[in-house]
Each structure stands twice: as structure tokens, then as C-alpha cells.
């Protein structure tokens, strides 16, 4: 027998350690062979070689196969990771996510070091459970102009829109977009739920609008401070003007920019209410008597400076992607909530936290069939009504 280390594999270990996972993936591994396996697994090497197969193994919906896995994972987390009552906290190395891609797959850093291999029986079925199906949201937005006119936008539309005092309003390939002269108008737009769209200010700022966001901006920025005001979720582009400031008004938070991207996540209450990411540049964050400046990958949570941001989990939403790392149920339901225009009820309380990548143009069975497969939750569907349940 090949003893794996945990440092480097030669092209022989690999071999040796691809046969061992394959055999155990077909039922076929011998009980002498599990520790030898469980090691290889457990090394950086052998982690990408497992990830690697999976790719290859795991198609669009999980199987069996992937659902046996991922029952070795919890058995190993429930033996290993330790965490007071009543809530598990997973340390951020052994959490494993489940991504829906083209070829979605279970990953897992160093899962197997303790494994009880033991097959499970396949899912039971959701078709009872799932009496409908709810599309994923799309382009669509509702402008209100200066003089109280609304307009219909679905992101389809091409051509001028209105002129407002020498404002032209152009919808063209999904931006919603100004060129301005004269005093400046403001307009509001509006997305509702399971909506998003996108918008170019007059000096070329670029925002996407989440869905059951808005924001009040002006049809031109001809002196002094750039200013708009946000509801919802926003991320921004800021055009570069070293002479005039950018200001997001978020509740009682204020983001001032010169040029930079960031992102705002104005959906909460209480005092967190209102969370700035910063992905480019700098901005000086100030709510009350705190004032706080951000650098790339940091956050202001309400007064709170946060620098362990994962920024491809807070843009998500922009991408195109549902993204949790290590996220509650509450936080992943309100998120469908806006998007698939659903109701959420609760009939149990569920305290697990789960990592995810799904896409956002789904519909919601699919999202919650993945959600389904870490055995954690399950999810009845009818209407446009979500009951989570155990």
C-alpha cells in the first residue's frame, strides 16, 4: 500500500489516491484503504484532485453519489468541530459549499481527515412538496420624472424616453441613461420586486438597482456636490471628479466619493442597517458622530469597520449569483424573497448556516432542491408561498 503524503504528491500517489476516490464513489472501496484515502484527501493536492473528479462527476442536479459525500462531510463536522449550543459555527477552512453552475460541485478543505463512509439513501422526493414554480426577476424598472409622469421600463426598450428642460433620457441595451444641460430635474427610479435595472447619471456614473431598490438623482450636475439617494441595494461606478465630490445618501448614512466602486446594502434595520462595501478606490463613510474611511475589501456595518468581507459574496447579486458563506436561512429567504417575488414562512426554526453559489436566473425549484441537498432544510412550495421546514 502507497502511503500518501500530505505535502506533494508524485504523479504515482496521484494516481494511486484518484484510483482509491474512484473506487469509493463506486462502492467498491476496501475498509483497509479508507485511512490511506481519508489522508490523501486531507492534503492540499489531494483536496484539488477530489474537486477535480467532482467537476467531472456531479452534473447539474446532485446525486446519489455527490449526496454520500456530502453525508461524510456532516458526519466529520459533527464529530471534529466543536461549538457551544444552540448555534454550530463552522470555522471557515472546514466549511464545504455546493455550487449550481454548469457542472456544480461539492467542495470541502480537508473534510476527509476523519470520514465514516457510509452510503445514504438517496433524497426523498419533493415532487408532493413542490406544487408550482416561480420564474427567477429581470430587467424592469418604473421612472418617475420631474413633472410627476411615470414611465415603464423592461430593459428591452431602445430610443429616446422624454426631455426635461434639456435632459435627454435614452433606454438602450438595459442602461437607462442622461445627457444633460441646463439646471438640473430630479427623477426617481424605482425597481420593484424581482426586478433589477441599470442606470448612467449625467456624468457617466454607472448604478446598478437591485430589486426593490430605488434611487432620487438629479438629470444634471452642473456645480458643487454630486449628490443621490439610495433605497434598497446599489452598486456604484463612480465616475472620476477630482472637483466634485460624490455623495450617496443611505438613511442616515453618507458615503462620500471622488471616483471608486462600491457597494450599498441598505435592505436592514436597526443599527447595521446600512452596510458600504468598498471594492475600488476609497470613500469616507460617516453616520451620526462616526466617521469611517474604507479601503478596498472593507465594509462599514453601520458604525462598525469590518476588513473580513468577501467581496465576491456582497456582489453577488450584480454577477448574476446567489452567494453564501456561511449564511442563515433568514438571510438566504429574504434574498429569494426580492428576487422570485415570494412569500417566506417559518414552521421550524433552522440554525445551520450554509455556503452556496447558485445561479440568479433559475427558477426558485432549482435553488431550492441545492438547498435541499445538504439534508439541513427542506422547503414547500405553493403558490408564491415558501414554508421552510425541517
Known sequence: MYTIMADQLTKEQEQRLRR??????????RAEDRAELAKGLDSPEGEALFKSVMERR???EP???SHRIKTAIDQWLDARVAAPAPVRR???????WYGATAAAFIGLAGAFAYLQLTPRKTPDTVAGRYRNDLIPGGDKAVL????GRTVELNGKGSGSIANQDGAAIKEDSGWLSYSASGEPHYNDLYTPVGAQTKLALADGTRVWLDASSSIHYPTAFPSGSREVTVTGQAYFEIAPNAHQAFIVHAKDQTIRVLGTHFNVDAYGAGPTAVKTTLEQGSVLVSSGNSRLKLGPGQQADGTTLRTDVDLDEVLAWKNGEFRFNGASIRVIMDQ???WY???????DDIREEFVAKIPRNVPVSKVLKYLESTGQVKFIL???VITVTK
Request: aromatic share 10%; glycine share 10%.
Open 144 to 147: 418617475k420624472l420631474s413633472d
Open 336 to 338: 429569494l424573497a426580492r
Open 20 to 29: 482509491l476516490f474512484e473506487a469509493y464513489l463506486g462502492g467498491e472501496l
Open 90 to 96: 463552522i470555522p471557515p477552512m472546514r466549511k464545504f
Open 341 to 347: 417575488g415570494a412569500e417566506i414562512r417559518y414552521k
Open 382 to 384: 405553493e403558490g408564491n
Open 58 to 60: 456531479v452534473e447539474e
Open 63 to 65: 446525486t446519489p453519489e
